[in-house]
T-cell receptor
Framework: DAGVIQSPRHEVTEMGQEVTLRCKPI?????LFWYRQTMMRGLELLIY????????DSGMPEDRFSAKMPNASFSNLKIQPSEPRDSAVYFC?????????????FGPGTRLTVL | GENVEQHPSTLSVQEGDSAVIKCTYS??????FPWYKQELGKRPQLIID?????GEKKDQRIAVTLNKTAKHFSLHITETQPEDSAVYFC?????????FGSGTQLTVLP
């Protein structure tokens, strides 16, 4: 398996622009997580899905952030409008169904820079 | 919600020595405790995990211990090597939602 796939790997944009980050989970995994990593705040869970349904979005910083999972193979995280403080590495992770299968497998991340 | 504290934030050891990283958690309902290693510019990768029905788990040079009563767990790395240098994160969860510690930058000096 190719593992969790994220695109783009790097994104540089200007303040006010819309940013879309994409994730393809590992095939057969039914949980998908979006994290943000910064030096100041560490690894923060933004939102997670189970069977394509958002379960907890309490970590989404504000209304500028939205995430969808239209099918089991794809999720996107949008920021509109983007701000410099959104600059961070955004990771997507997935985990398989079942009990005692909590392990989360991380994608390579998207490094976002908002100028 | 869950709160995980991790210490120390930085740790330097001589090659061949042992390293210990400690974490405490707040929610007694947490039952899954993974440890992730993150090299510079890379993704976090699971190195070992433990569940609340187990007190200790070992995998070659890495071991994790869990004290449910005190709500703390520790990562032990023996015979450290330069390639062990990385940031290590502990995490705790009940269900699927992981709460991460703030990370420990481990440097193994040759």
């Amino acid at each position: 398996d190719a593992g969790v796939i994220q695109s783009p790997r790097h994104e540089v944009t200007e303040m006010g622009q819309e940013v879309t980050l994409r994730c393809k989970p590992i095939s057969g995994h039914d949980y998908l997580f979006w994290y943000r990593q910064t030096m100041m705040r560490g690894l923060e869970l933004l939102i997670y899905f189970n069977n394509n349904v958002p379960i907890d979005d309490s970590g989404m910083p504000e209304d500028r952030f939205s995430a969808k999972m239209p099918n089991a193979s794809f999720s996107n995280l949008k920021i509109q409008p983007s701000e410099p403080r959104d600059s961070a590495v955004y990771f997507c992770a997935s985990s398989p169904p079942g009990d005692h299968t909590d392990t989360q497998y991380f994608g390579p991340g998207t490094r976002l820079t908002v100028l | 919600g869950e709160n995980v504290e991790q210490h120390p934030s930085t740790l330097s050891v001589q090659e061949g020595d042992s390293a210990v990283i400690k974490c405490t958690y707040s929610d007694s309902a947490s039952n899954y405790f993974p440890w992730y290693k993150q090299e510079l510019g890379k993704r976090p990768q699971l190195i070992i995990d433990i569940r609340s029905n187990v007190g200790e788990k070992k995998d070659q040079r890495i071991a994790v211990t869990l004290n449910k009563t005190a709500k703390h767990f520790s990562l032990h790395i023996t015979e450290t090597q330069p390639e062990d240098s990385a940031v290590y994160f502990c995490a705790a969860s009940m269900g699927r939602q992981l709460t991460f510690g703030s990370g420990t930058q481990l440097t193994v000096l040759p």
